[in-house]
């Protein structure tokens, strides 16, 4: 919340914005189908392989990631929130990883 001095612009208003309720509400009906539809095409677009490895920013819970993972590549994620990272972290694995970074 916004103290009675401060403006919008005078915050770092996504620190807290992918942890809020409306952002869970806004995106709720984005799912792993979705991430891999978008990942398929985008790895047909790029030619992935299994030697590449990915770097996921603002990776949120890491749909994108996974699906780029379960394509074999390495992948690392990082995003700013905590809860979306510690969601993450259970489907971690050797070319899988997660980080609450900015």
């Not at 401060?6 to 992918?18: G, I, N, P, R």
């Not at 539809?37 to 677009?45: G, I, M, P, Q, T």
């Not at 949120?60 to 780029?68: D, M, N, P, Q, T």
Request: glycine share 4%; hydrophobic share 35%.
């Amino acid at each position: 919340p916004l103290k009675d001095d401060q403006t919008l612009a005078q915050t770092d208003w996504f620190s807290s914005w992918f942890d809020s309720p409306f952002y869970h509400i806004l995106y709720k009906n984005r799912d792993y189908q979705e991430a891999e539809l978008f990942v398929r095409k985008l790895a047909d677009f790029l030619n992935f392989n299994s030697k590449h490895k990915i770097l996921d920013l603002a990776c949120g819970k890491g749909r994108h990631a996974i699906s780029l993972h379960q394509r074999g590549l390495e992948v690392v994620g990082a995003d700013l929130s905590p809860e979306s990272i510690t969601y993450a972290k259970q489907f971690e694995s050797e070319r899988l990883r997660f980080y609450v970074h900015d």
